[in-house]
């Protein structure tokens, strides 16, 4: 359907609905090129089609009259009545897709030619000599040379072709006809039998240039196509079939390059990810993660974007995830844990106890790994967990509480997210809360890290994150000034926690709200909202491959380093532009749990059908670099030794 707008013809139908009769539906579309929108109604044609004849009278179409002219054909031949009634429905179907309403009766001549061409030669040659009307033996053979040319096996010259991977099947002139037909519409073009007299010529053309014993390629009879459409005149055409036929190769590449990657990853998973396994569901898993990046460098990512990523100079990360979802998530754990929430399979009410709210945690963060491909993180974590044993009936001992910061810890090392791929990429901020309740909940959490998960190993997640601030916990005297040097007892032992600290000159303003993820990321500034972290994230990040940068320079080429720079940093720019449109566009009910159950600022007021703009501009775009050292080493520093 051509976007009324850009005149682009690949769109997406965004949703359906039929009136209230039924006879026609409506559809909302979206435009793949300028992401617009339109609406079209689709009705059910009931006008018939009607078949000109050669003497320009019109009748309606009637597959009978094609029906009994084969028979007449096959008559005392080896062909049974279904493979003619197979033939006789194939030809309908043809008459009907091809989007006219009046069809010429040499259009159908040649469709009955075609198919009984594979079928019977000898009914082939009858149905001919009374089709075409030959008026001598001359004529006859002139029309039929290049069927009659025999190559060394005694197979018929042009009734099998070689596919580019080697197979060898029948051979189409309709393929041809179509193709060419295709491509002079996309020119505003609208005669098929121009196409099928074009596809003639082809034919013609190729009999003359191909050697008697040889099967024509695929590719051949495109070169031919081309060169014909040229000679003849058809320049437009031919720049649009050679259009299509240059994006077609685009797909066959990309597909036989999925391929490829698909053989690799059934002999062994790839640990591009550290945190995945070779189990069956993380090969399933990382195959459709495959075909999915193909996608959207083929087809959704602009051309130059696309060739920026496979050429190393930007990585754009999760690619395979481009239009699904967003990056990572500060949540908000006290208000879940203290209002209950709904992974989509029933309501689960606020924990009685420390041990119910910890495992409530473990499940809230497996629940939105599943919804985003980036990091799950609890801001406040010491602070949530403290408003929680407030609230309970019952006040836990600490050595509940240690119970209960070791399951979730153990939880987190085992209890697998992403189809059974890997475990939560999780984080937990904490360290300034210093109520009883939360110091007894940050010491907990710092002696279960120390003492190692069940033989005495390291736990890979959650990362801890300390927060440090004077007047807290970094000085003596301060209240949770133990607590610091608790944490730096642990991470001596565990390289973990690392540590934030809460005065430097970029998050002094912010008090203690400031937040990370496990990966460094910081969101805090917000031109939309409330410059708070829970319920905030990283939408999407991009990488900037600094090294290779330098190298396109040159050694000591400071100047030209920095005009790629800054070239590539307008690039990420426009694909973080381009991403985030895409993603904008996604609905509540794509994100069940992140945004079904409101843990996205701005998300408290959508409805299921609502898209997610509104919520996701609280969010941040992040540009990284990577070979920073490397890179000073290529430019500044060999220009300074010289000097």
Not at 416 to 441: C, K, M, W, Y
Not at 462 to 486: A, Q, T, W
Not at 603 to 619: A, H, P, Q, W
Request: hydrophobic share 35%; proline share 3%; glycine share 6%.
């Amino acid at each position: 359907m051509r976007c009324p707008f850009c005149n682009h013809i690949e769109t997406k139908v965004l949703d359906s609905r039929h009136n209230e009769d039924h006879s026609s539906i409506r559809r909302r579309r979206e435009c793949l090129s300028c992401q617009k929108r339109f609406t079209t109604y689709e009705i059910i044609e009931d006008m018939p089609i009607y078949v000109i004849k050669r003497d320009g009278t019109r009748e309606p179409f009637d597959k009978r009259k094609i029906l009994n002219g084969i028979i007449k054909s096959c008559e005392k031949r080896p062909v049974s009545i279904n493979s003619i009634e197979a033939i006789v429905d194939d030809i309908e179907r043809t008459v009907f897709n091809s989007m006219e309403q009046e069809i010429e009766s040499s259009f159908i001549g040649e469709l009955v030619m075609e198919r009984l061409k594979n079928l019977d030669d000898v009914a082939y040659v009858r149905f001919a000599s009374v089709y075409r009307q030959f008026k001598d033996i001359n004529t006859f053979y002139k029309s039929f040379k290049s069927y009659f040319r025999k190559n060394r096996r005694g197979v018929t010259m042009f009734s099998q072709i070689r596919k580019r991977d080697g197979r060898i099947v029948n051979f189409s002139k309709e393929k041809i006809s179509r193709a060419i037909f295709m491509a002079a519409r996309e020119v505003g073009g609208s005669d098929f039998a121009m196409a099928d007299s074009i596809a003639d010529k082809v034919l013609n053309y190729m009999a003359t240039v191909l050697p008697q014993d040889e099967i024509p390629t695929v590719e051949f009879v495109q070169d031919c196509v081309e060169k014909v459409l040229i000679e003849d005149g058809h320049a437009r055409t031919a720049k649009a079939y050679i259009l299509y036929r240059a994006k077609r190769t685009r797909y066959r590449e990309a597909k036989t390059e999925l391929m490829d990657i698909v053989r690799e990853i059934l002999v062994e998973t790839s640990r591009e990810n550290a945190n995945i396994g070779n189990s069956p569901s993380t090969k399933m898993l990382q195959i459709a993660s495959a075909a999915s990046k193909q996608y959207y460098l083929s087809n959704v990512i602009p051309a130059h974007i696309a060739k920026a990523h496979v050429n190393c100079d930007i990585h754009i990360h999760d690619l395979d995830f481009y239009g699904k979802t967003l990056n990572c998530l500060q949540i908000d754990l006290t208000k879940l844990l203290l209002n209950g929430f709904n992974t989509g399979y029933g309501y689960i009410r606020p924990p009685k106890r420390i041990s119910s709210a910890t495992a409530q945690a473990a499940i809230i963060l497996q629940s939105n790994q599943n919804d985003m491909y980036g990091g799950q993180s609890f801001p406040h974590f010491d602070k949530s967990m403290a408003e929680v044993i407030r609230n309970l009936k019952e006040k836990p001992s600490y050595e509940e509480i240690f119970q209960a910061m070791e399951a979730l810890i153990y939880n987190l090392n085992s209890m697998h997210s992403r189809a059974g791929a890997q475990v939560p990429f999780s984080s937990i901020n904490l360290g300034t809360d210093t109520s009883e309740e939360g110091r007894l909940v940050i010491r907990a959490v710092l002696e279960v890290f120390d003492k190692g998960l069940g033989k005495g190993e390291s736990p890979i997640f959650p990362n801890l994150v300390f927060r440090v601030k004077e007047g807290i916990n970094l000085n003596e005297g301060d209240p949770n000034y133990d607590l610091f040097r608790l944490a730096i007892k642990v991470a001596s032992h565990r390289m973990n926690p690392t540590f934030s600290f809460m005065d430097s000159s970029f998050n002094k303003k912010y008090g203690d709200e400031i937040s990370y993820m496990g990966c460094r990321t910081r969101t805090i500034q917000n031109r939309n909202g409330l410059e708070i972290s829970a319920g905030r994230g990283n939408i999407a990040p991009v990488t900037i491959n600094l090294p290779r940068l330098a190298l396109k320079a040159g050694y000591g080429n400071i100047e030209g380093f920095f005009e790629e720079f800054d070239s590539m940093l307008e690039l990420c720019k426009e694909q973080l532009l381009h991403r985030f449109n895409i993603l904008s566009k996604l609905k509540v009910k794509d994100l069940p749990f992140l945004m079904g159950q409101k843990l996205y600022m701005g998300s408290e007021n959508l409805k299921d059908d609502d898209e997610i703009l509104e919520t996701i501009k609280n969010g941040t775009l992040g540009i990284g670099f990577i070979g920073l050292a490397e890179n000073v080493n290529s430019t500044y520093w060999k220009t300074s030794r010289r000097r």
